[in-house]
């Protein structure tokens, strides 16, 4: 059976990196009881692979990681389960039982969709959200949004632009921030295996359009979901391709 765990990762958890979460992962797995399927041959590893890993920094709601099991509870006890090995910071969101034939998180990644805040309030360019959207539709209504891009082969040139889903200002509560109201950036672009875009790339292209500087010490970067397609192109939740275990 391939399971899907959701979870979010805050606090002093964004500076944890990739290769250490998913080791924390295997460990509180192990703890929490979960029947995982292991490898065959002379090193057998768990069954587990993660979706779109996060860079060093940014917190998210929204990260997925597909394991393999060989018998598992209800999708409640298994959530209440793990969440009692996990440390402050990281709590699994969902746990869900994904169909046979399904492919794994990694493989169907085809967008992240990331909100970006002031960290200091009356500090950086994020406040006035009317301007904010003023300039986003200035922005969005270029011909071509040009940058450059490194690559495993160099420097390439992309067109940003059909890769942009969504791009708006709103005001939103954050936990990480008590919950207080705050003008923020809210966008959906590429990621994945095919067109990656780094959420730091659109905004320093974004910062450059507005003559702002893009200092990565007083904004926080937000991950709200990771998204595939639909047999219909439509972009869905990684969420919503499971269903609950129930007993």
């Known amino acids: 059976m391939n399971i899907r765990v959701k979870f979010s990762k805050h606090g002093s958890m964004k500076f944890i990196g990739h290769l250490d979460i998913m080791r924390f992962f295997q460990k509180a797995i192990i703890r929490a009881g979960i029947d995982i399927a292991y490898s065959e041959g002379f090193n057998p590893h768990q069954i587990m692979s993660f979706a779109a890993p996060l860079s060093v920094g940014v917190v998210s709601d929204g990260e997925y990681m597909d394991i393999r ?3 598992t509870k209800s999708s409640a006890d298994s959530i209440r389960a793990l969440n009692e090995c996990m440390v402050e910071g990281i ?8 169909p046979d034939n399904a492919k794994n998180s990694m493989s169907i990644v085809a967008s992240a969709k990331y909100a970006i805040y002031n960290k200091t309030s009356g500090v950086g360019f994020i406040n006035d959200v009317d301007y904010l959207n003023k300039m986003i539709s200035d922005y969005l209504s270029q011909e071509e949004i040009l940058i450059t891009k490194e690559t495993k082969k160099g420097e390439t040139t992309l067109n940003l632009k059909p890769f942009i889903y969504e791009f708006k200002a ?13 003008a923020c950036l ?13 959420p730091e790339l659109l905004l320093q292209s974004f910062f450059d359009y507005c003559k ?3 200092n990565e010490n007083i904004y926080q970067i937000y991950r709200l979901e990771v998204y595939s397609r639909d047999e219909s192109e439509n972009l869905v939740s990684l969420n ?8």
Do not use: W
């Not at 699994?92 to 994904?98: A, G, Q, R």
């Not at 709103?170 to 705050?182: G, H, I, L, Q, T």
């Not at 959906?188 to 295996?193: E, V, Y």
């Open 212 to 214: 702002e500087e893009f």
């Open 170 to 182: 709103e005001v939103k509560s954050f936990p990480d921030e008590e919950a207080v109201d705050r």
């Open 240 to 247: 919503d391709l499971g269903a609950n275990i129930e007993y």
């Open 91 to 98: 709590r699994v969101e969902d746990y869900k039982l994904l």
């Open 69 to 71: 099991v060989k018998s």
């Open 186 to 198: 809210i966008f959906n672009i590429s990621t994945g295996s095919l067109t990656n875009i780094k």
